[in-house]
């Protein structure tokens, strides 16, 4: 991977914080994703990952800071900034969000060829088969077996609903994908397979994502940065190798070395 | 079938409702008219039949009807069901004006679950009963969301619904309730009409007015305003056809009830709308049952 020093990154997060009341769930986060990068976000249940990644995501407005991100056609915008159909329209486009629990990212009523097509068809596209073209084809990329394109989600394992839901965020070839906890829940074989998945599809596709995970080795295998955090600030950050292999601060060592070892 | 004026009810206000409520229930309506296809909230009062049976529609009526007006109700297509020949009645007792079941002559027509076969005139209102306003309800539960939805014009999972329908069925199953688009902007729901009816709606001289009693709103379509059915661009949408004529008056062009006629298999299909079926038996066509039957 390449990287052009005077590109400008694809999203940039500053000084962002979220309060709820007097409790500070995040506080102080600054960050520059460049196109193509995969961050991890890594740390304890209620050190703040998920609120930052909704604030990061759109879906929460932040108390603090600014998100900006470069956008096709207007270069760089603050996305708080930005009208709430603007807002929307970017959300179901050019970004994805793959939730911890596929059941929440999917539409269990309609069958996984609508699930895939659905963006397709929010953003006009009006032929029938087209549409089911391109979920069948997207569902190759993500594993799934095409003779299932009909079936609806609920009758599809915990992995194949995580890919299907994958698939249903890939179709309209975002540039950035969020994504929370994409392997919690999954037996470790599933997982592996969904990482190896993610990873292909990360790299062929030039996609950036943030990936949030309390899994440390989900984080090694996909992130090329690590960002930790801790009661609601980043006590760390750096190439993902260099945090998880020489971690500086005490709370990272805890972390590193209360991995298991099978 | 008028009643003169000493016939209605007494200690009741013209039209059942009281003043105050009426002109709540035009300003919605007048605003539902600004806005083609727009759910316009308003202040629906219990009104004294069930929910579902068609409050939303009477209360339209009720905020629209004059001692001018010439009223006519149908249910499914028929002037002589329970619910129309109900809310006719009510009618004729609370305002003492004239009905009909003629639709050419009626200038406000309630109805359920039908548009008349015959083509309705400038001056004339349709009047609809709607049990489920928001066309999106089944595919988005919250009313906020759908809100929104409807504010930013965000209608892509409509078809996810007729997609849904292709891949399982093979066409576009959805043969009621058939979703429309109000002058390119709002998403509507026709009611349960059939969606035989819905090329009807599309630039009808005539004003149409939607009620809704439980869910407490309106929406209209001003006279000569696009409405389009959605459809896929190769499954364009289309209505329903039927092998068979009516088998009282002939017709081949109108909306056919299956009827039941024996234990054995015997069957019958039957204009719904029952004015044009009596209508055209008058000018002297007759299907295959029809002198037998007069």
């Known amino acids: ?262 | 079938m008028s009643m003169s004026h000493a016939q209605t009810l007494e200690g009741y206000n013209f039209a059942y409702l009281d003043e105050q409520t009426k002109r709540m229930i035009r300003r919605a309506i007048l605003k539902a008219i600004a806005v083609p296809g727009y759910q316009v909230p308003f202040g629906s009062r219990e009104m004294p039949l069930p929910y579902g049976w068609g409050t939303g529609g009477i209360q339209v009526t009720a905020g629209v009807i004059g001692q001018a007006d010439t009223l006519k109700v149908i249910d499914q297509g028929a002037d002589d069901t329970t619910n129309a020949v109900s809310i006719r009645h009510f009618f004729a007792r609370t305002t003492g004006v004239k009905t009909t079941e003629r639709t050419e002559e009626a200038t406000i027509i309630q109805t359920r679950h039908r548009i008349p076969e015959r083509s309705l005139s400038e001056g004339q209102v349709l009047v609809y009963q709607v049990p489920i306003p928001e066309p999106l309800r089944w595919l988005e539960p919250r009313e906020t969301e759908t809100r929104k939805m409807h504010a930013l014009a965000e209608y892509g999972v409509m078809h996810v619904k007729l997609y849904e329908d292709i891949a399982r069925f093979g066409r576009i199953a959805t043969s009621y309730a058939y979703p429309v688009m109000v002058n390119g902007r709002y998403l509507m729901s026709p009611s349960p009409i059939p969606k035989f009816d819905n090329p009807k709606m599309d630039n009808m001289p005539a004003l149409q007015l939607f009620g809704a009693g439980r869910e407490k709103r309106i929406y209209a379509i001003p006279p000569y305003t696009k409405v389009e059915s959605l459809d896929f661009e190769d499954h364009p949408f289309e209505v329903q056809k039927w092998d068979d004529c009516c088998a009282l008056c002939g017709a081949q062009d109108s909306y056919l009830d299956e009827v039941i006629t024996d234990d054995v298999g015997g069957r019958m299909f039957v204009c719904s709308d029952t004015d044009y079926c009596e209508d055209r038996r008058a000018q002297g066509h007759f299907g295959p049952l029809g002198q037998a039957a007069e």
């Open chain 1, 1 to 262: 991977m390449s990287i052009d020093i005077n590109a400008t990154p694809l999203l940039s997060v500053q000084n962002l914080g979220k309060d709820y009341g007097n409790l500070v769930a995040c506080t102080d986060v600054s960050f520059d994703l460049w196109p193509g990068e995969v961050l991890g976000i890594v740390g304890e249940s209620g050190s703040g990952k998920t609120t930052l990644l909704n604030c990061l995501s759109a879906q929460l407005a932040p108390s603090r800071g600014a998100v900006v991100y470069d956008t096709r056609i207007d270069g760089p915008r603050e996305i708080f900034e930005m009208t709430e159909s603007e807002r929307r329209l970017l959300m179901r486009t050019d970004w994805g969000l793959v939730r911890q629990n596929p059941r929440d990212g999917l539409r269990l009523g309609v069958s996984a060829g609508a699930n895939v097509g659905e963006r397709l068809m929010a953003v006009g596209a009006r032929h029938y088969g087209d549409i089911r073209a391109e979920a069948a084809n997207w569902l190759q990329k993500v594993e799934i077996d095409v003779g299932r394109i009909d079936n609806v989600p609920s009758t599809f394992s915990g992995g194949m609903q995580q890919r299907l839901q994958i698939a249903r965020n890939l179709v309209t070839e975002p540039r950035l994908v969020f994504m929370d906890e994409p392997t919690g829940g999954l037996d470790v074989s599933v997982q592996a397979r969904l990482l190896d998945l993610l990873r292909g599809l990360v790299t062929r596709l030039g996609l950036s994502a943030i990936v949030v995970t309390h899994d440390l080795a989900v984080a090694r295998l996909l992130a090329h940065r690590l960002m930790v955090m801790r009661q609601g600030r980043v006590v760390e950050q750096g190439l993902t190798d260099q945090v998880l292999d020489d971690p500086q601060h005490p709370y990272t060592q805890l972390l590193v070395s209360s991995i298991l070892q099978p």
